[in-house]
Nanobody
């Protein structure tokens, strides 16, 4: 079955960096685009970054120039490099893939940016 396992979250100070990882299994990784979403307390889950199977990327405006999504098909892993973190980036970050019309989510990893 499809599994997505996120890791790499933590507590950092404003301006610092984190790299999130999402290890995928249960499907042919190289044939699918994947996304990172986040959900802050009291807010709706929002799309942060997308990477297609052809390595095209898109970002929400609030993270452009600071976050980079990438993938390693040999490791079945998608990454989210987050630089210049801000308190408003605090959220649970989720990996997401759609397979045959069904959405799959990981368990999420907490990112907290605070001084």
């Amino acid at each position: 079955q499809v599994q997505l396992v996120e890791s790499g979250g933590g507590l950092v100070q404003p301006g610092e960096s984190l790299r999130l990882s999402c290890a995928a299994s249960g499907f042919i990784f190289s044939t699918r685009g994947l996304d990172w979403y986040r959900q802050a307390p009291g807010k709706q889950r929002e799309l942060v970054a997308v990477i297609t199977k052809g390595l095209q990327t898109e970002y929400v405006d609030s993270v452009k120039g600071r976050f980079t999504i990438s993938r390693d098909n040999a490791k079945n892993t998608v990454y989210l490099q987050m630089n210049s973190l801000k308190p408003e980036d605090t959220a649970v970050y989720y990996c997401h893939v759609v397979m045959y019309g069904e959405a799959y989510w990981g368990q999420g990893t907490q990112v907290t940016v605070s001084s």
